[in-house]
């Protein structure tokens, strides 16, 4: 399974963001695509998961904020980020679980800087 994401960028504290990742190669059903993080010396963490039955989970610092979707004609997972704060600068890094596959995208750098 390959994972292309896009997005990320440079915003201002408040603003919002959108990420998307696109799902290729040997896709197994049932799956569950998500979003994790990395902020420099610290552990990735989730972000937020969502599967095929488009059952959400949100780590607790996003919940309200970040909305996390699907498209499943297109394999598509895409995190709109709204309200962004400087402690969601992170590399954000789509992932693939299913048929005990994991598979993780190259990774976007978001930055919340005034």
């Known amino acids: 399974v390959q994972l292309q994401a896009s997005g990320g960028g440079l915003v201002q504290p408040g603003e919002s963001l959108r990420l998307s990742c696109q799902a290729s190669g040997n896709i197994f059903t049932p799956n569950t695509l998500g979003w994790y993080r990395q902020s420099p010396g610290k552990q990735r963490e989730m972000v937020a998961t969502?599967?095929?039955?488009?059952?959400?989970k949100y780590a607790d610092s996003v919940q309200g904020r970040f909305t996390v979707s699907r498209d499943h004609a297109t394999n598509t997972v895409t995190l709109e980020m709204n309200s962004l704060k400087s402690e969601d600068t992170a590399v954000y890094y789509c992932?693939?679980?299913?048929?005990?596959?994991?598979?993780w995208g190259q990774g976007t750098l978001v930055t919340v800087s005034s």
């Open positions: 969502i599967n095929m039955s488009f059952r959400t």
């Open positions: 992932n693939y679980q299913g048929g005990f596959v994991t598979a």
